[in-house]
């Protein structure tokens, strides 16, 4: 590992978040400049500004070092990066005095920046402005990925971008609109941006004000879950719900096909296989659950309440508009399958992808036929092409490194926490997955203020884990990877 580099481009990515902070800060000052809030926000641009100039003063790089860089400093810079932006992130949630300690800060920014959702405030209501619009903007910030932002909006790092690109962006592989990965980085910030506007603007008509219209717009198109209301998306009027519903489905497609549809290739996306599973999943469940719903009773708006949790869950968002805990016991299993799945590859959404659990399948399926004709060449097939050998491991290796951690995370969160089993085991692929709400003690209802300190640290690693596919956190544990 190359780590004068890597601490440089850290140290250019921290300065880049100080500078997107002061629009938080100008929101905070808008409201109130004499709030504690706008203090914190200054003194946390002021230390990131202070800390980034003198790493970048010290540890200065030549414009051809960056053909030095390599997968091990993609993954590095990547996996380091989130860590460092959710320490400084929390900052001003510490300094304003709105949490009780810095591992709640931590906790509840780590959430944001990861798009989990998970939060540690009972009275989100009584959080200030500036406050609020921070915790929802690492959710946009983090929902495409601060480094593809980078890439978009700053000097080029030249070829070498890509493994910069490819260890934060989620997904089965590396997607190109553009040869380039800067121009492609513009175009998906691009569409993420528009539709973001198209949300705020149709929020907006429906009566919502325009602090929590960007708000939401920004956990909406990150599925991410923050709201500025205790009762989440509930507290708005069905016309809200729809709009939300909609653009939650949007976010949790692949943007590349997002890309293709702006350029009239509708074929494209007609023939994706993982789009067609991802849509007809979403419209079949969602009408069972709004069927059985009207049928029990249980419900005032049984489709309108079923589309937006089924989708609101298939997506990873986590917004919530009512208590899916009242459900019966067979739609709260389905909602704890589709925490699992999450949306598709190549969207702001968590979970495994789609497009991994549908290859899966395939390959288990070919594993059985070829035990049976142990000489036929059976080869994998992804939108009717063979995928490589080694794509399919890679698909493996990621399924099984999911599985470990998911146990791992819910045996110790029972150590740590000495809660039930749905609990831990819902927190733990909560976690993983950056859903947020689960069931039991972190039910749809309920927060994460009552877990404890390690509790919150557990968490706070599966969150960042999961969010980035797990290699670009587990290679920092891995000693061989700091050598150069």
């Not at 030249?158 to 493994?163: C, L, R, V």
């Not at 399926?365 to 890679?394: W, Y």
């Not at 927190?427 to 203020?449: E, H, K, M, R, Y």
Request: charge should be positive; aromatic fraction near 14%; include cysteine.
């Amino acid at each position: 590992m190359h780590k004068r580099f890597v601490v440089n481009i850290i140290s250019r990515v921290l300065l880049f978040v100080c500078f997107i902070m002061l629009i938080p800060l100008g929101w905070a000052m808008s409201d109130d400049i004499h709030h504690p809030e706008v203090n914190a926000f200054i003194l946390t641009i002021i230390i990131g500004t202070i800390i980034s100039t003198v790493c970048l003063w010290n540890l200065r790089i030549k414009k051809g070092d960056y053909k030095k860089l390599n997968t091990k400093d993609g993954l590095a810079i990547v996996g380091i990066s989130w860590i460092v932006l959710s320490l400084f992130g929390a900052l001003p949630l510490y300094f304003s005095g709105v949490v009780n300690g810095y591992t709640d800060a931590f906790f509840e920014i780590a959430s944001g920046f990861t798009t989990t959702g998970a939060t540690i405030f009972e009275d989100i209501e009584a959080l200030p402005h500036g406050i609020l619009f921070w915790r929802s903007l690492t959710h946009w910030l983090g929902g495409m990925g601060i480094i593809v932002l980078y890439i978009a909006l700053l000097p080029a790092l030249g070829g070498n971008a890509s493994q910069l690109y490819k260890a934060e962006v989620p997904g089965l592989s590396v997607e190109r609109i553009e040869p380039r990965i800067k121009e492609t980085a513009k175009h998906l910030w691009g569409i993420y941006f528009f539709l973001s506007l198209m949300e705020t603007i149709l929020l907006m008509a429906g009566g919502m004000p325009i602090f929590d219209a960007l708000c939401h717009t920004f956990s909406t198109m990150a599925t991410g879950g923050f709201s500025t209301k205790n009762a989440s998306i509930g507290a708005y009027s069905p016309y809200i719900q729809w709009v939300i519903t909609v653009f939650m489905f949007f976010a949790g497609m692949n943007f590349i096909l997002h890309y293709q549809l702006s350029r009239g290739k509708l074929k494209a996306i007609i023939r994706n296989e993982e789009f067609k599973i991802y849509f007809f999943a979403a419209i079949i469940v969602s009408t069972l659950f709004g069927f059985l719903l009207s049928r029990l009773e249980m419900s005032e708006s049984p489709f309108r309440d079923a589309f937006f949790q089924v989708i609101s869950i298939l997506t990873t968002t986590g917004f919530g508009t009512t208590d899916f805990e009242a459900w019966p016991y067979l739609l709260q299993f389905i909602l704890v399958l589709m925490m699992f799945v999450g949306g598709c590859g190549g969207s702001t959404g968590g979970g495994m992808k789609i497009v991994r659990v549908y290859l899966s399948v395939k390959i288990g399926l070919s594993s059985i036929f070829q035990v049976l004709f142990p000489n036929a060449v059976i080869p994998i097939k992804f939108n009717k092409k063979p995928i490589p050998d080694k794509l399919v491991m890679t698909v493996m290796s990621y399924f099984v490194l999911y599985i470990h951690l998911f146990f791992v995370g819910t045996i110790l969160f029972l150590i740590l926490e000495s809660c039930d089993i749905i609990t831990a085991l819902t927190a733990s692929v909560s976690a993983i997955s950056n859903i947020g709400p689960g069931l039991g003690q972190i039910g749809p209802t309920d927060n994460f203020a009552w877990v404890s300190a390690p509790g919150k640290w557990l968490l706070t690693f599966l969150m960042l884990a999961g969010r980035l596919e797990f290699y670009a956190i587990m290679m920092l544990f891995v000693p061989s990877a700091w050598r150069k």
